[in-house]
Every structure is written in C-alpha cells, then in structure tokens.
C-alpha cells in the first residue's frame, strides 16, 4: 500500500502556502510603498508651496520697504503670480482690494496668508528680519546720496585693502542704504577685529545724510526716555556698536556703557519705537496678502472608509485570483509526479512507461524515466542473456570433460595422452572465460588494476607481431606490424599487449587463407592510433553497434569455429577506457574490418 503523504507535505499545499505569503508581502509592501511615495510627494509639495509663498511674500516686503505707496505694485504682483503659478492679491486691512492677478469679481480666499508690513516682519524676507522685527531694505532718510556713496565706496577699498595686507580676506557687500561693508569668509563683520593700521575711523564715520537721521532719532526717543525715567544723553558719535540694519556703528548698543541693565532695555524698547516711527513714512501701509487657497496648512493624508474598503476589496480579489491560478498551476505539475510515482512503484519486470504531455521539465522529467525504464528493460534482457551466455560457455566444456571422465572411470576409454591434451584443452577454455569474467567484474567494479610505466609503441607492436607469428601462419595470414618511431604511452604493458592482441587474434580467426591482419601506429596531435586492418569477411552495418557486448557473436549459432568466448571485445573497451582512450570499428562486408584505438601521447622518458 503506498504511504499516505501528509497534508503540510503535499506539493500543492506548499506551493499554495507560499503563494499566499508571496502575495501577502506583496500587497502589503505595495500599499506601504503607495503610501510612503504618496506621503513624501503631498511634504515635497507642501514644501514647495511654503518656499514659494516665502519668495512672494519676501519680493512683496521688499516693495513696500522701498514704496511709500501700492499704487505701482499691480504689475509686481501679476508677474509673481505668472512665475510661481499661484493667484496673489493684497488688500488693504479692511478688506480693500489693492492688486490681484485673478480676474475682476474674483471671490478671495476664506483668510489670508500674511501680512506684508516690513516694519513688523517675523518671517525670513531677508537676513536680519527675524531679530530686528524690521526688514533691512527699509533705510528711508538713511539712504546715502550718490556722491556719499562713492566715498564711502573709495574708502571701503582702502579698508579692504589694508586688510589684506595683514593677510585677512574680506568682501565688500553693499546695504541696502548704500553704505559699504566688510565682511569675512564666514559672513561676520570683519570690523569687529581690524589691524591698528586700518583703524582710520574714515569708513565708520557717519555721513551728512545718516549725521542728520541720527540726529532725528535720538531727538524723538527723548520723550520716550523721559517718562521711562532713563535720563541718558545719547551722544552718536563715539559710541562704537553696529548695526546691520542702518549698516552704521553708532546706535541704541551704547547704552551698555551708560546704565543698568534695565534702563538699557528700557532705552532699547523707547529708540525702537522712534527708528519705527521715522521710517513710517517711507513704507506702503499694512497690507493683506492672500495666496490661492489662502490655507497653508499641510493637507492630512488620510484613507476614508470607503477607501480602505476598496483597497481591502482590491488585496482580497487580489489574493484569491493568485490562490486560483496558483491551484491550477500546482494542479498541472502535480499530476504529471503523481503518474510519475504511481509509475516507478510498480514492479520492475511490468516495465511501465509514462506518457509526455508537455514540453517542460516535468515533460522532460518523463521522457528521461521513460529513457531510464527502456535502460533497465535492456539490461534485465541483457542479464538475463548473459546468465544464458556464461551457462552455454560453461557447459560445453564442463559436459565434454565430464564425459570423458566418466567413460575412463567406466574403463570404456584409456587415459592416453592425446585423451589427457584433450581435458587440459577443455580446461584451459574455462580458464579463459574465468580470467575474462574476472576482468570485466574488476572493470565494472573500478578495482581493474593498472600498473603503468612508459611503453614504446613501436616495442609493443613487435611483441604482439611476434607473439601470434606463429598462428597467423598456421592459418596461412600474413600478419605484418608497422609503427612510427618515438611513439610512447603511459600504460600498463601487459594489458595493452592483452588489447591488441584480442584485437589481432580476432582478425585472424575471421580473414580467410592468403588474407592480411596490419596492425599499425602513428601519431594524431596528441594522441596515439593503434589500428588492426584484417581483409576478412566484415560485419554487417547493423552488428557494428553490438561488436563491443559481452557474448555477442556475428554467428548467432555460437560455434567456436568462428569465434571466442564473446567477451574479448568487451575487455578490450574496458581496458583503452581505462587507460582513458577510446575503440571503435569500422567495417564492410566482405572487404574486412578496421578497429582503430585512441590513446593519450606521453612524453618520452630520459635516455629513451
């Protein structure tokens, strides 16, 4: 009774099994990869639009900064809004349209995306803003005139030049009020640390524009002063405090030299009001900036129900369309290994073959245990014929030797000697077909064993000239032997004079009086040829391919006459095999045979 296969052992479950988890891990990496791609593109996008927004609301900040009006601003705002792709408008605090670049009648946004009044910024417009509150491209009465400029100019590079002769590397950069400073490679004021040489004062020094709106400012923050109770008296010249915004040294910093801390601060809160109050009049007035939506906060990704249920519908149709095809699949895999297996446990001698349906490798699996069926078919015939064969070639000379014993022991016969040379004749073709069998067992088994050393070719075919000299002319055959000079092998002697003389002992007994036997040699690249050419009567074309088979015969009748035991062409392809060469014949019929034999080339040995 076959054996059950166990169910988590079957082929098609674990084929399903791991189909399920294939898709399993598909589907969830797929929708983790969804929504990771879908997550990253919705923050790059909310990224964009932040940046974006920044740029539009610095440019706009930089208008009103420069603009004491939004009279001209429309144009502005229509060029940003076709760069950044996005609807802009300003309106005024109270809801008054100033500029907006989508058309007339256009509703706004629920609420706007920030305020544009450069005195009051906390976004980044420009470097500075965010700490001063105040964007630095309002300068207002401290924008310098054009021959200020190119004085200070002039000097800046009189600075900048000082210090690199002290090995210090600057730039000039430009303020937005005109005035000219040095900086070092990290973007700090180089000032904060200049040579004595350099120290001229000239760059520092307040001009007549920048003299007067000081002037202004420290007069305006007295009032301020006053009711904090701070009684400072603020003289700008000589206080040595910069300040980026008004790109000058000489502001609210000097109140550190004249104070406590608290009046500091006090005094700080009262000369930023009047620097605020100064520059007032130089910019737009508040305006409203609204930017498409008008609603900046990062969209949330979220899956509704009715979503989740699609992509749960989806995976689940998914799966089972996998799981489906996956049954059919496995199901025409197995089927075929199952006739497979039902096949190969049925008993040897019902030699059943299994039918190829397909052309893949389960096809192929078939075909080749068909193959291994026709092979095992062969060789129980084959045994079975040699069983036959070595019984028949023991038989007649144990029978005959029986005999004769049997009729001497009776006293029918005498015991002469030609009787005795007849038992020991009988006896010796027993011992030829032991040693054969003997050696086609070793063969078989692996354990032939060879003891090579260097052979000269042309020495081994003398030996074997020479050996069956005499029988070649009893039979009347000329044997002749010719080989080329410097031929050598790696062999074992004994059986490669043993091959060849198989080979030429059955020329012999197959070419008929006044015929040839040739055994030749030479050399082919790296090999050595050995053939035997008799002038016999040859074999037909369709037992060329059995010559080489154990107690095979041309003449099915088995007489001795024209042949063996059957086993000496079978040794001799077991021999060259193991001297890793190759046999082969060729032959016509009546026009004799060739067997030609292909063995490695040696070297020759020293003194050779």
Known sequence: ??????????????????????????????????????????????????????????????????????????????????????????????????????????????????????????????????????????????????????????????????????????????????????????????????????????????????????????????????????????????????????????????????????DIRKAEACTDAARRAQLEPYVAPVAELFLGGGDTTAPRFDVSPANKAKVVGAAAAVLALTVLVTAVVATRLVRPLRALTEAAQQPPELHVRVPVRTRDETGILAEAFNDLTERRERMEAQRKAMVSDIAHELRSPLTNIRGWLEVTRDGFVEPDPALLGSLHEEAMVLQRVIDDLQDLAAADAGTLRLHREPVRVEDLVDQVVAAYRVSADTAGVALTGKADTFLWLDADPVRMRQVLGNLVSNALRHTPADGTVTLTAWREADTVVLTVTDTGSGIAPENLTHVFERFWRADQSRSRRTGGSGLGLSIVRDLVAAHHGTVEATSEPGAGSVFTLRLPNATAPEGG
Request: aromatic share 4%; proline share 6%; hydrophobic share 40%.
């Open 1 to 262: 009774m076959r054996p059950r296969i166990p169910l988590r052992k079957r082929l098609l479950v674990r084929l399903l099994v791991a189909t399920v988890l294939i898709a399993l891990c598909s589907v969830g990496a797929t929708a983790w990869l969804a929504v990771e791609t879908t997550t990253r593109a919705i923050k790059e996008e909310q990224g964009q639009d932040l940046a974006d927004d920044m740029r539009i609301l610095a440019q706009l900040s930089g208008y009103a900064a420069t603009h004491p009006e939004w009279t001209g601003v429309a144009p502005t705002v229509r060029a940003l809004s076709v760069k950044m792709g996005r609807r802009i408008a300003l309106t005024t605090s109270d809801r008054t349209l100033i500029a907006d670049s989508a058309p007339h009648g256009t509703s706004l946004p629920p609420r706007a995306a920030a305020n544009v009044d450069p005195l009051h910024t906390d976004t980044y417009t420009e470097p500075g803003a965010q700490l001063s509150g105040l964007d630095p491209r309002v300068v207002g009465p401290y924008r310098l005139t054009a021959k200020e400029r190119v004085q200070l100019a002039a000097l800046a590079e009189e600075r900048h030049a000082c210090f690199a002769r002290f090995g210090i590397d600057t730039t000039i950069t430009m303020t937005p009020s005109g005035r000219p400073v040095l900086t070092d490679a990290d973007g700090n004021d180089a000032n904060d640390n200049v040579p004595a040489e350099c120290a001229d004062g000239k760059l520092n020094t307040p001009t007549a524009t920048e003299g007067k709106a000081l002037k202004n400012l420290i007069t305006s923050s007295q009032p301020c002063l006053s009711r904090e109770g701070v009684s400072f008296k603020i003289a700008y010249f000589g206080v040595d405090v910069f300040d980026k915004s008004l790109g000058s040294r000489y502001t609210t910093g000097g109140y550190n030299k004249l104070g406590s801390a608290a």
